[in-house]
């Protein structure tokens, strides 16, 4: 049975403050140069039971569609219908009054869910146990809570009813650890009680415990909608790709330095990632053996040179870093002409990602820069254990 | 959320949240509805100070002494709660988009429960009148049985008037500032400060454009059983049902344009 149905919504909000424009609006009469289009062109289908992610960057337009399926915005155009009762935690302890005692801003909460009147005493009561604060703290002002007893009473008021459907909005870090706990337990026996459940989180781990599918939104629009692994992982590798600006590199190729340092007594001519056979490779597995080969060229009466090395990931983020003047006894190079300097890894402890090279020529200090290329030779590993991280670290478990 | 809201349900969150508009209205501070009736009196004390002891204003029709003080009340305790009423109406929508795009909600409530708790100090100041006007032996206890009728047109016009420029606000911002201004106006284009009988015969039957005017009749007839014409009566009657009809229904086609604007 299918619970939510989204066909080609699509939202624009009016941008134009001036009244003329906005008397137009009035009368449907809209420049298009005034919208501005939170959602385009999305369509999905939720269905009875499942656990339905959605992740985005920030302005992807995530909020937008959550307040759609919820019924607080109307589309501009196409149609959502949504089946069954409906609990929206947009946003925790929207709705209460700081002036108001507990009591009473639980009982507006049960109100606004449509408890009906002969249930709201009991509903007041499981509100009360779940948030576990005591009933003289629900006698005092709302404003007098630390924000813990306030997200944990706002949770607890939002989640009591009976939905068929539960959408949230980021509002799982909530509370200390405990409570986190508890909140968490509400979602997973929602899950379990075969409702559906429409998640939105920047915490793509939660995401991956909790949800079965997954949309993923850019710009408005559907980039891709599927299982959680799959999109998750694509989301992820986009996420860090857009970090690093990456230089036009074709994996499985040496790079060739097109632009050398002008002026410099030691350049950079290529870099590659080789197999221990010498073949040029873009993939591997963790623990495969395999080498930087870097090839430098020295100006005539050029001085000695270091060269150094770093493994990257595609979000920049450094993962191991070399150079040939690191070892306490280490010599400069020498270089007439070309020389190759080769950096073995012997076993390549990487685990599962996407990783790059950045290279460096350096004086005999190590301190000034002759030439470099950064983020090049791009290649994947792939883990064969379920460690997860970036490296693998020697270990063993005492049990 | 329930799939439609039903009448019961909406009447709920209406009582919930007109006591929280009380509540939060009144008794923030620790002398809470004394602040509340605070402003009032000194309004009362003012004008009564002008009108009265400085230009000398009579009711001509009352032979009561302090005739004019008794007059002022009738007439500016229900515009008091009507007015505040409709400016804090009007506001309703605009101050509480963020809320109104979190938590489904009937939309209505807001503007409206904004004018009840308004009537607060009026009915509390409607029963001091009484018991004033009571000492005076200056009270025809039948002419209060309009009373309950009054409060209902009042409502009905502080609702049309509310919802209507609650759901204008939402299209038209600077209209929340404008409102206050507009109920200026209103206030001196009503008999409250000066009685109706002293307004020049030739301008008397404007009054009928303007339906506020037309409810005072009506409490000052209630109070201190001055003429009450039936075409006063009719045309509050008409203003009342035209008024919240019109007001109910722009607002039901302008509420669904909240949140459409950045």
Known sequence: MTRIVLESVSKGYLTGSRPGDRLRALFGRVRPESVWWALRDVSLTVGEGETFGIIGENGAGKSTLLKLIAGTLRPSSGSVRVDGRVAALLELGAGFHPEQSGWDNIRLMAALAGVPGAQMARYVAEVAAFSELPPEVLDRPVKTYSSGMFMRLAFSAATNVDPDILIIDEALSVGDMHFQKKSLDRILSFRDQ??????????????????????????????????????????????????????????????????????????????????????????????????????????????????????????RENIFGTATHFPPDAEPLAVRGRRRVVLDFPSLALLSGEYLLSVYVLDDSGLQVFDMAELICPFTVTGAGRECGMVYLEHRWCL | MPDRWLPVQTLRVLRLWTRREIASRYAGSGAGLLWALLHPLLNIALFYFVFAVVLKVRVPELALENGYFFYLLAGLLPWLGLSEGVVRAAQSLVANEQLLQKVVFPVAVLPLSAILASLVPQLLGMVVLTVLLAFQAALDWVHLLWLPLLLLGQLALSAGLGLLLAALSVVFRDLVQLVPVLMQFLFYATPILYPRSLVPEAYQHWFLANPVALLMDGYHAAFLGLPWPSASRVGLLLWSLGLAGFGLWSFRRLRLLLGDWL
């Open chain 1, 194 to 315: 075969g409702r559906t459940v429409l998640f939105c989180s920047h915490n793509l781990y939660q995401v991956r415990s909790l949800c079965n599918r997954v949309a993923w939104l850019a710009q408005g629009r559907l980039r891709q909608l599927g299982d959680t692994e799959e999109v998750v992982t694509a989301f992820e590798t986009y996420e860090r790709e857009k970090n690093a600006d990456l230089r036009e590199a074709v994996p499985g190729l040496p790079f060739r330095n097109a632009r050398p340092a002008q002026g410099a007594p030691v350049r950079l001519v290529q870099v590659a990632l080789e197999d221990h056979d010498g073949r040029v490779v873009s993939h591997l597995v963790t623990f495969q053996p395999c080498r930087v080969v870097v090839e430098v060229e020295a100006s005539p009466g050029a001085p000695p040179c270091h060269v150094g090395v770093a493994i990257v990931r595609n979000d």
